[in-house]
Antibody, heavy 122, light 108 residues
Framework: EVELVESGGGLVQSGRSLRLSCAAS????????MHWVRQAPGKGLEWVSG????????GYADSVKGRFTISRDNAKNSLYLQMNSLRVEDTALYYC???????????????WGQGTLVTVSS | EIVLTQSPGTLSLSPGERATLSCRAS???????LAWYQQKPGQAPRLLIY???SRATGIPDRFSGSGSGTDFTLTISRLEPEDFAVYHC?????????FGQGTKVEIK
């Protein structure tokens, strides 16, 4: 059974940093692209960042580019999100999500974690 | 980026009724790469539909997706108590992937 478990969220002041982790199990982690998606309180979902299976291809939303860094450790079946220069508007529940497959037609998310809450105070 | 607009914002229906949810894109979605997710309070999103009309594994056939280009629809033929939730559409044909703001299906 596929399981994604996020951790590392918390309350942090504006301008500080936080590192999120996502522990994956139940599938061959290094075969799949992984992503972070966030949901601000009462709002819709927003894609944040994604990384290919071999870390060669990485992408970021414009809203976090230059502040957030995604990485993965395939030996540890883990995904990370280093968040620097945090802003109040980064407050959200952050989900780890697995891409369905490598084909363009499979560029959606078939499994999600339960999320970890990041709250940024001013 | 492609903006997805979901309507209505809230749909109030009774169990057994038919639900029709709309997702309209600001420009054509490449190859109809459109997915629908269900989200219940305190839970992660769950994949329902991909490729506009293909049901994900284990999804009951009362859920169906249709549409192409800029107009997409999720239909729940007969609402079961467990179907009351928020539904999100997502396009994955263009970068960046974008989501709609969600439609809440609530019990009337």
């Amino acid at each position: 059974e596929v399981e994604l478990v996020e951790s590392g969220g918390g309350l942090v002041q504006s301008g500080r940093s936080l590192r999120l982790s996502c522990a994956a199990s139940g599938f061959t982690f290094d075969d799949y692209s992984m992503h972070w998606v966030r949901q601000a309180p009462g709002k819709g979902l927003e894609w944040v960042s994604g990384i290919s299976w071999n870390s060669v291809s990485i992408g970021y939303a414009d809203s976090v580019k230059g502040r957030f860094t995604i990485s993965r450790d395939n030996a540890k079946n883990s995904l990370y999100l280093q968040m620097n220069s945090l802003r109040v508007e980064d407050t959200a529940l952050y989900y780890c999500a697995k891409r369905r497959g490598t084909a363009a037609a499979e560029n959606f998310f078939d499994y999600w974690g339960q999320g970890t809450l990041v709250t940024v105070s001013s | 980026e492609i903006v997805l607009t979901q309507s209505p914002g809230t749909l109030s229906l009774s169990p057994g009724e038919r639900a029709t949810l709309s997702c309209r894109a600001s420009q054509s979605v490449y190859s109809n790469y459109l997915a629908w997710y269900q989200q219940k309070p305190g839970q992660a999103p769950r994949l329902l539909i991909y490729g506009a009309s293909s049901r994900a594994t284990g999804i009951p056939d009362r859920f169906s997706g249709s549409g192409s280009g800029t107009d997409f629809t999720l239909t729940i033929s007969r609402l079961e108590p467990e179907d009351f939730a928020v539904y999100h559409c997502q396009q994955y044909g263009s970068s960046p992937r974008t989501f709609g703001q969600g439609t809440k299906v609530e019990i009337k």
